[in-house]
């Protein structure tokens, strides 16, 4: 999830990404024939997080309605249909900072929210908690529907709560958000470990034991690298992009890339502007350095210092992020780790607002794949990519965790025990 600046579409570079040329008949033609066979299978959608936070029905299933398109959201029923959808790993993300009676139960909550949200759209969602039943769910014309934790932080660094979340239909966890954990090192928090510590390769471990997959979004180098050394199945990044072509720390660096092909991970490129758009990345650290220069030069008179900031944006157009940007990402990762090792993880509702122009709601995943068809990916690409990657990787972590489960007990280790010399 990221919570960035609206970027509002008034400057020429904006109008000239819209007027590009739009994907040829010949290939939109190709990628709806491609997805027929190969729905999409999306690994990041922030809709329950939505759910909890909507300003007039909070945590009320009922009242955010799926079957009817809502104003500046990306997600429901219809618009899934046209995106020609067949699995979605539904975020059930909490907050790193939160701060109330514990990290443990606001997940509860937002599992139940998923839940409850999957369970009240019976002729388009099906709740899935295993690879083979998400291939059912697929078949039979519905939308596999997975839970993926966002953050470790809501285990509370036990691995009985790691299990009972497991064990609630979680299939995934990214083990940060943007916070660094007693165990494990954020990308975009303070590197405390150097990557993770004991304990932190005990829940890699355990995740593996029991068929969770590893997430690897929004973790350091350092946690990207550990994870890699530790981990016995197919990691994954859920929502992530390439930091050759966009130099944002929620970027996966070449050197992780080119260890794909080993581990038989996937990247899931993600659409959030500044992680897909080195110019949009840029112009918002600029636009952040000028809002602090003025707000130190003008003090506390905030009309004057909204005034110089408009000033400054009319002089200082925002570039926008575009479908191709995205293309360029998976081209990259396909080139580095290979066409087996990427997908799609589209972080809808989960950007403030924020989408690469051709790229605005979950309607528009055959464009994206008719674009990487224009640039010469063969079928077998373009079926890996929309969701045969990450159905094998699931299918793979279940495996292993088969293997494991017959000579491993549940571990009992405690962050105490193992990371003792360190606290």
């Not at 016995?232 to 130099?247: C, K, Q, Y």
């Not at 220069?293 to 200082?316: K, P, T, Y």
Request: charged letters at 25%; one cysteine or more.
């Amino acid at each position: 999830m990221t919570r960035a600046l609206l970027l509002v579409c008034a400057t020429a570079s904006c109008l000239a990404a819209q007027s590009a040329p739009a994907p040829s008949a010949a290939d939109l033609a190709r990628a709806k024939r491609i997805l027929a066979m190969t729905p999409i299978v999306d690994g990041h959608n922030d809709v329950p997080w939505e759910i909890r936070e909507s300003p007039d029905h909070p945590r009320d299933v009922e009242a955010y309605d799926l079957r009817t398109p809502r104003k500046g959201k990306d997600t429901d029923l219809a618009r899934m249909k046209a995106g020609m959808m067949g699995g979605q790993f539904w975020s059930v993300y909490i907050p790193g900072e939160i701060k109330d009676s514990g990290f443990a139960r606001v997940q509860a909550e937002q599992i139940d929210i998923a839940r409850r949200m999957i369970a009240r759209y019976p002729e388009r969602l099906t709740f899935a908690r295993t690879a083979a039943e998400g291939r059912r769910a697929t078949a039979a014309g519905k939308v596999a529907s997975f839970l993926g934790m966002e953050g470790g932080h809501a285990i509370e660094n036990s691995l009985g709560t790691l299990r009972a979340f497991y064990d609630l239909g979680a299939r995934y966890m990214t083990l940060t958000h943007n916070v660094t954990l007693d165990w494990a090192d954020a990308a975009q928090d303070s590197a405390k470990h150097g990557g993770l510590t004991p304990f932190g390769r005990e829940v890699v471990r355990e995740m593996n034991r029991l068929g969770m997959l590893v997430d690897l979004s929004h973790v350091s180098p350092g946690v990207m690298s550990h994870a890699l050394d530790v981990s016995e199945a197919p990691i994954i990044f859920s929502h992530s992009s390439a930091r050759a072509i966009a130099d944002h720390k929620r970027n996966v660096p070449d050197s992780i890339l080119r260890r794909l092909p080993k581990n038989g991970g996937v990247v899931m490129v993600t659409y959030v502007p500044g992680f897909v758009s080195e110019a949009v990345r840029t112009h918002g650290i600029t636009r952040g350095a000028a809002h602090r220069e003025l707000r130190a030069r003008l003090g506390n008179d905030s009309a004057a210092v909204r005034r110089e900031l408009a000033a400054w944006d009319a002089a200082h157009p925002a570039p926008v992020a575009t479908l191709r940007d995205v293309a360029d990402h998976l081209d990259h990762i396909k080139k580095v780790a290979g066409a087996d090792h990427v997908g799609i993880g589209g972080d809808f509702d989960g950007t403030g607002g924020e989408h690469p122009v051709g790229l605005e709601d979950v309607s528009t995943y055959p464009a994206l794949i008719a674009e990487l068809a224009r640039r010469g990916w063969t079928d077998a690409e373009l079926r890996k990519v929309a969701g045969e990657n990450i159905m094998r990787v699931l299918t793979q972590a279940e495996q292993v965790a088969a293997r494991l489960q017959r000579t491993r007990a549940p571990s009992t280790k405690t962050i105490e025990e193992l990371d003792r010399r360190r606290m």
